[in-house]
């Protein structure tokens, strides 16, 4: 499963569309299968969306290096 993401074309450039999709093969072939429709984002929001998906979680909040 992966994050999917189309730019937004006709509106706010900054925005894109999120799709949840998912990787299967038909008669051989590779075909993809969208589990969930996210909508319309911010494109600020992406990274966090990929994070909350990902097999590693990642960091978001990192402490100060003198604290």
């Known amino acids: 499963m992966f994050i999917k993401v189309v730019p ?3 509106g706010n ?4 569309f999120c799709y949840l999709v998912e ?3 038909d008669h051989g072939k590779i075909k993809h299968r969208t589990l ?3 909508g319309l984002l911010e494109n600020d929001q992406v990274p ?5 998906y990902a097999k590693k979680k ?3 909040i990192y402490d100060d290096e003198g604290a």
Do not use: H, I
């Not at 450039?13 to 894109?16: F, R, W, Y």
């Not at 966090?48 to 909350?52: G, T």
């Open 8 to 10: 937004n074309v006709k």
């Open 13 to 16: 450039q900054n925005t894109c």
């Open 23 to 25: 990787s299967y093969r």
């Open 36 to 38: 969930k429709n996210f």
């Open 48 to 52: 966090y969306l990929k994070a909350m």
């Open 58 to 60: 990642p960091r978001l």
